[in-house]
T-cell receptor, first 115, second 110 residues
């Protein structure tokens, strides 16, 4: 158990809908990262927040957005969902800002299925 | 464009054998090269990592070999065990941008 929690575990929705994925980082961790894992694209970095502020952006679509709240939990919002958004979404957390100096701990993931 | 190229896609090794997974990159700005292990239904977990100023790092049965001039790095798993059966991802970072390889599914046969 990494100490990172993600809810829900599974999510099934329809195209065009909007969903929110939630992540609670390990106690004391200030950085939260979001990743998408799909069969055709592999594991892709989406976005990083550190202590409430966006600090790095990867291959995140404009239809997706995230935020980190004062209690450090984070939410990933996915809107206008398409079939291709079906994937596993992982959250990871680390103590510090620099990803090359702070080990990331991954949560168990949320499996999103868009029908 | 795949920033980190990983091979092979799958690997079958006998128990006690050596598993070798290779990765290559182009971006010389990358400054950290971690390897992750992922079991089915779980998130990836950091296995071992190396920085470009070191050519080799060993932790137990796991070794990273790093060739800066060739822009290649590899994971060697010595005395492979059935419990090592998992998917392995290499990665490279520049700043806080993370790029992952496509993964290698390792099966260790008893």
């Amino acid at each position: 158990d990494s100490g990172v929690t993600q809810t829900p575990k599974h999510l099934i929705t329809a195209t065009g809908q909007r969903v929110t994925l939630r992540c609670s980082p390990r106690s004391g961790d200030l950085s939260v990262y979001w990743y998408q894992q799909s069969l055709d694209q592999g594991l892709q970095f989406l976005i990083q927040y550190y202590n409430g502020e966006e600090r790095a952006k990867g291959n995140i679509l404009e239809r997706f957005s995230a935020q980190q709240f004062p209690d450090l939990h984070s939410e990933l919002n996915l809107s206008s969902l398409e079939l291709g958004d079906s994937a596993l979404y992982f959250c990871a957390s680390s103590k510090g800002l620099e990803s090359s100096y702070n080990e990331q701990f991954f949560g168990p993931g949320t499996r999103l299925t868009v029908l | 464009q795949q920033q980190v190229k990983q091979s092979p896609q799958s690997l079958i090794v006998q128990k006690g054998g050596i598993s070798i997974i290779n990765c290559a990159y182009e971006n010389t700005a990358f400054d950290y090269f971690p390897w992750y292990q992922q079991f089915p239904g779980k998130g990836p977990a950091l296995l071992i990592a190396i920085r470009p100023d070191v050519s080799e790092k060993k932790e137990g049965r796991f070794t990273i070999s790093f060739n800066k001039s060739a822009k290649q790095f590899s994971l060697h798993i010595m005395d492979s065990q059935p419990g090592d059966s998992a998917t392995y991802f290499c990665a490279a970072t520049a700043g806080n941008q993370f790029y992952f390889g496509t993964g290698t599914s390792l099966t260790v046969i008893p």
